[in-house]
């Protein structure tokens, strides 16, 4: 959702239904909007012309440089935190990252207090920071961990102490779903390796991880009550490899992990295509007739389907949907739907309808790809890339989004990470066109489809397939600088971003990836140091 449409003063209908949607997709209920923010996407100034050089990523809703001294923070440096157990929790972890400890009392140093009428909003905080110390204040803790993150970007060169200069940030998300997807079904990824890209995600305030458990080439997750799927199917990945899985207790400490930062997971099953490692691990998921199942270890898509017209089809779905939905904490469960070329319209349509209606009875809004706008999941991934699409595709998204579908934006032309940013990158594909820098971060999600009804885009989602990608190192060339691009789209007021001041402001992240150890690509167009 657009949060800069809920900021008139009153509490308007049309706020209190974007409410709604806010705690649909969040599966928060929020408050209401805070009036004093109602300025800060309205500046009128032209995007980014006199943006203050602070290169904070996102860019903050509102940022205004003070006087006068700074900050010094040095190893001594305090860091409190107020407002109870939660404001505890998101102080002590942002202080690990900065290597400071949470000490009791008040006074100088970095505080953290959360006040629930500190008028903030969902995610939203202030800082201030000046000679005496810095203050983050926010209502919820994600707010107060967001603030955090801003701070360790206040930091020189990556480094962590130094002088934070003296400014004052107001800041709150555009939308409320900001994410990240994985494909952790075509390579193999561990805990360890998830755990990562989700440090990576934090730290640019994304705020759900969208996992692709499942397709053509290995099953990830364990059901118990489908011991062949990791026995079978989960030993196999692109390009031969020994593939992997993860336990129920493997999956709950990545839901824990990525949950201490805020970060709701998203586990995708994908049928009734992208199947072929279910197949071969339960051979009658195939219809009779259809070829026997064998192992794959390409990258070919679209040749696989479950048979959507035998009753045992729809107990093996609700089998899998109820062992990952109780795994789940979060809100939302994805079964997939994107290309199904081998099943007949007709049956792929009444496969989904069950499909949506499983996930629902087991508690989950239930996300889809744009093929399945027809069925009309809670929420729609968009990825076919606005030219390559179809009238129809476009039309039935767009009614979708009329009858109440929210739309969560992965254009592949501008969303997906595994595209190569230009003919020399090494890694990647490239059928969506290349996606460079400035093509993932100038778009507006809002207006990016034709006749998307106002208010449908709940959110804004990075997917990184890794068709090509192996290594750690593969996912941050192909993540590093997009995802902070993608972040951005997802995070700041259309009105307050432009690539002009991000680039600048993107080049300046380097060192603190430096820092952390990860690789990135020097991305054309950007002023690398
Ligand atoms: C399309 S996007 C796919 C994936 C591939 C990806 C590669 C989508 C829903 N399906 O299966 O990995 O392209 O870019």
């Given at each position: 959702m657009?949060?800069s449409?809920r ?13 709604a949607?806010l705690a ?7 408050g209401?909007?805070p ?7 309205r ?5 980014g012309a006199?943006a203050?050089a ?11 440089l003070?006087a006068?001294?700074?900050f010094?923070?040095?190893a001594?440096?305090?860091v409190h935190?107020?407002?109870?157990p939660?404001?505890?929790a998101?102080?002590?972890?942002v202080?690990?990252e900065l290597?400071l ?8 140093g ?5 006040d629930?009428?500190a008028?903030?909003g969902?995610?939203?905080y202030r800082?201030?920071s000046?000679p005496?110390?810095?203050l983050?204040?926010a209502?919820d803790?994600a ?5 955090g ?10 480094g ?7 400014l004052?940030?107001?800041?709150a998300?555009r939308y409320?779903?900001?994410?990240a997807?994985?494909?952790v ?7 360890a390796q998830v ?7 934090a ?6 991880l ?8 290995g099953w990830?997750i ?8 990791t026995?079978?199917?989960s030993?196999t990945?692109v390009?031969?490899?020994r593939?992997?899985?993860y336990t ?9 992990y ?9 586990p995708?099953?994908?049928l009734?295509?992208h199947?072929?490692a279910?197949?071969v691990s339960?051979?009658e ?6 070829a026997?199942?064998?192992?794959d270890?390409g990258?070919?898509?679209g040749?696989?389907r479950?048979c959507?017209?035998?009753e045992s089809t729809?107990r093996?779905?609700d ?8 795994l789940t904490p979060g ?5 997939g739907g994107?290309?199904a ?6 049956d792929?349509q ?8 499983v996930?629902?009875?087991h508690?989950k809004?239930?996300?889809?790809w ?12 968009v990825w076919?890339?606005?030219?390559r699409s ?10 979708a ?5 929210k739309?969560?934006?992965s ?7 595994d595209?190569?940013y ?13 996606v ?5 971060y100038?778009?507006?999600?809002d207006?990016?489809?034709p ?9 804004v989602e990075?997917v ?8 750690p190192?593969d996912?941050?060339l192909?993540?590093?600088?997009r995802l902070?691009?993608?972040?951005e789209?997802?995070w ?6 432009g690539?002009?001041d991000?680039r600048?402001?993107?080049a300046?992240q ?6 952390q150890?990860?690789?990135?690509t020097?991305a054309?167009?950007?002023?690398w140091?």
């Amino acid at each position: 959702m657009n949060r800069s449409r809920r900021r008139p003063a009153g509490r308007t209908v049309a706020a209190a239904a974007l409410t709604a949607v806010l705690a649909l997709v969040t599966g928060c209920s929020s408050g209401s909007a805070p009036p004093g923010r109602a300025a800060a996407s309205r500046s009128g100034r032209a995007p980014g012309a006199s943006a203050p050089a602070v290169g904070i990523v996102p860019r903050p809703a509102r940022l205004t440089l003070g006087a006068g001294a700074g900050f010094d923070v040095s190893a001594a440096t305090p860091v409190h935190a107020e407002g109870g157990p939660d404001a505890h929790a998101a102080a002590t972890l942002v202080a690990a990252e900065l290597k400071l400890r949470t000490q009791g009392g008040s006074g100088a140093g970095i505080t953290f207090r959360l006040d629930p009428k500190a008028g903030t909003g969902p995610e939203g905080y202030r800082l201030s920071s000046g000679p005496s110390g810095v203050l983050i204040t926010a209502s919820d803790a994600a707010g107060l961990f967001y603030g955090g993150q801003t701070l360790r970007q206040l930091l020189p060169a990556g480094g962590v102490y130094g002088t934070v200069r003296p400014l004052a940030v107001d800041d709150a998300p555009r939308y409320a779903y900001r994410g990240a997807g994985l494909d952790v079904a075509r390579h193999f990824l561990t805990v360890a390796q998830v755990e990562q890209y989700v440090d990576l995600m934090a730290l640019y305030k994304l705020n759900h991880l969208h996992l692709h458990l499942t397709d053509d080439q290995g099953w990830r997750i364990a059901v118990s009550s489908r011991p062949q799927l990791t026995a079978v199917g989960s030993r196999t990945e692109v390009g031969g490899g020994r593939g992997g899985f993860y336990t129920a207790a493997d999956y709950s400490a990545i839901v824990r992990y990525a949950a201490a930062r805020y970060i709701t997971v998203v586990p995708e099953i994908d049928l009734p295509g992208h199947s072929n490692a279910a197949i071969v691990s339960y051979p009658e998921l195939a219809c009779p007739g259809d070829a026997t199942p064998a192992p794959d270890t390409g990258t070919g898509v679209g040749f696989s389907r479950v048979c959507t017209g035998e009753e045992s089809t729809y107990r093996f779905v609700d089998d899998v949907v109820a062992a990952v939905a109780q795994l789940t904490p979060g809100p939302l469960i994805h079964l997939g739907g994107d290309e199904a070329k081998a099943l007949a319209p007709a049956d792929y349509q009444a496969f989904m309808k069950r499909a949506i209606a499983v996930g629902r009875a087991h508690g989950k809004q239930v996300l889809a790809w744009d093929e399945a706008a027809a069925e009309q999941p809670d929420l729609l991934q968009v990825w076919h890339p606005e030219r390559r699409s179809t009238a129809e595709v476009l039309a039935g998204i767009a009614a979708a989004a009329r009858h109440g579908s929210k739309l969560l934006m992965s254009p592949a032309d501008r969303a997906y990470l595994d595209q190569k940013y230009d003919p020399s990158t090494p890694l990647g594909l490239a059928w969506a066109g290349y996606v460079g820098v400035e093509r993932a971060y100038d778009w507006n999600p809002d207006t990016y489809l034709p006749g998307t009804p106002p208010g449908a885009v709940a959110g804004v989602e990075a997917v990184l397939w890794t068709e090509t990608l192996a290594t750690p190192s593969d996912l941050q060339l192909m993540a590093l600088p997009r995802l902070p691009a993608l972040a951005e789209v997802a995070w700041t007021p259309q009105t307050e971003r432009g690539w002009a001041d991000f680039r600048v402001r993107l080049a300046a992240q380097a060192p603190l990836w430096r820092a952390q150890g990860w690789t990135w690509t020097r991305a054309a167009g950007v002023p690398w140091q």
